[in-house]
């Protein structure tokens, strides 16, 4: 099957040097992974934006959040028990630590493509123990009036899923962890089903079993339980290592469609679709046999981490699904779809 994305011809649409770091001493190493919602007439990104201080000859340093303050661990690149082979987490002396520091910014877009930071200060940053590593990858879902951001919440205890709520953009209510570790790519389904909330989200364990799609409900946002896992990973093919849910699913008349991201043996991240059942999304219809969409763009084959397409942000507007991706780790990107396209691929 072929790619079947219809890439913006203008991608990458936002770099690192496009923004400012947030403060002095640091820079900025990628942007990733933005949630993309509309509000007063815009199109709105909640972007990644990963940040590490400026680097010295012979030293590696580590940005960690402490209370307000960044706080920077030193240590010399020949340091005994230091393991730099993921150049986004270090392991040293038996614990993790995150090369880059990330937090969301803000972005507004009057035609999609080209964002700017508004004039207001629009940056989300971590809060507390459970995110001093950071917060990353904003999934952003519209119940009624309010909008809930689900976001991958980083510390030295593990991985887990932070949610606040905002109805105008300039407050925010911080519910904290809905997830414990280890759970990430959490995504909200945009309406009730029968009376009860959904979300799909990413539990997994380095010692047994994997990288799955469990669904869960629940009867106010806050509780969840009867969770159930929906979509493993597949032996020999693009999505052998890791799955995870990218944005809110969408329905349309054969169900709820999911785009999902998939890695091989290679590290290498594509993109395919499940199809849920309308009244029962524990019940998958269809599931991409082969990718809708692989990193095939130089863009999306080099960068901080290379050969990945990622999407956890859409609108959807008729047939027409645009994506904003991030490629390689590092640029921001978008892409559009037919809606029709892709549940004909869907077996």
């Not at 661990?73 to 028990?81: A, N, Q, S, V």
């Not at 079993?209 to 469990?214: F, K, L, R, T």
Request: hydrophobic content about 35%; proline content about 6%; glycine content about 10%.
């Amino acid at each position: 099957m072929a790619d079947i994305a219809k890439r913006n011809s203008q991608n990458p649409i936002l770099r690192p040097a496009d923004l400012v770091p947030s403060v002095p001493g640091m820079e900025i190493a990628c942007l990733l992974n933005p949630g993309i919602f509309r509000f007063n007439g815009k199109v709105w990104m909640l972007v990644r934006v990963a940040e590490r201080p400026q680097p010295e000859a012979g030293m590696l340093s580590i940005p960690i959040l402490s209370g307000e303050e960044i706080e920077i661990m030193r240590l010399k690149e020949d340091t005994p028990g230091l393991d730099t082979t993921d150049p986004r987490v270090i392991r040293y002396n038996g614990k993790d630590y995150l090369t880059t520091l990330s937090h969301l910014r803000l972005l507004c877009s009057d035609d999609g493509t080209h964002f700017y930071d508004p004039p207001q200060e629009a940056s989300l940053r971590g809060c507390g123990q459970f995110e001093s590593y950071g917060i990353e990858d904003c999934r952003v879902a519209t119940l009624g009036n309010t909008w809930y951001l689900t976001y991958t919440a980083v510390s030295p205890y593990g991985v887990g899923v932070g949610m606040m709520s905002t109805a105008d953009w300039n407050s925010f209510d911080k519910m904290g962890l809905v997830l414990p570790p280890h759970n990430k790519d959490c995504a909200l389904f945009e309406q009730q089903i029968g009376g009860w909330y959904y979300m799909l989200h990413r539990p997994s364990s380095v010692f047994l079993g994997g990288n799955y799609i469990w669904l869960a409900r629940s009867p106010d946002l806050s509780h969840w339980g009867d969770h159930v896992c929906i979509a493993q990973t597949r032996e020999e093919k693009w999505d052998s290592e890791r799955i995870g849910a990218g944005a809110s699913p969408i329905l349309t008349s054969a169900g709820w469609l999911e785009l999902y991201h998939g890695a091989d043996k290679d590290q290498r991240y594509c993109l395919g679709a499940l199809l849920l059942d309308r009244e029962n999304p524990a019940r998958v219809l269809a599931r991409s046999e082969e990718p809708i969409m692989e990193p095939l763009a130089g863009y999306e084959q080099t960068g901080f981490f290379g050969n990945v397409v990622f999407t956890n942000g859409h609108h959807v507007s008729g047939d027409r699904l645009q994506i904003y991706y991030g490629a390689s780790d590092e640029v921001i990107c978008s892409a559009d779809f037919s809606i029709r396209e892709i549940l004909n691929t869907l077996s």
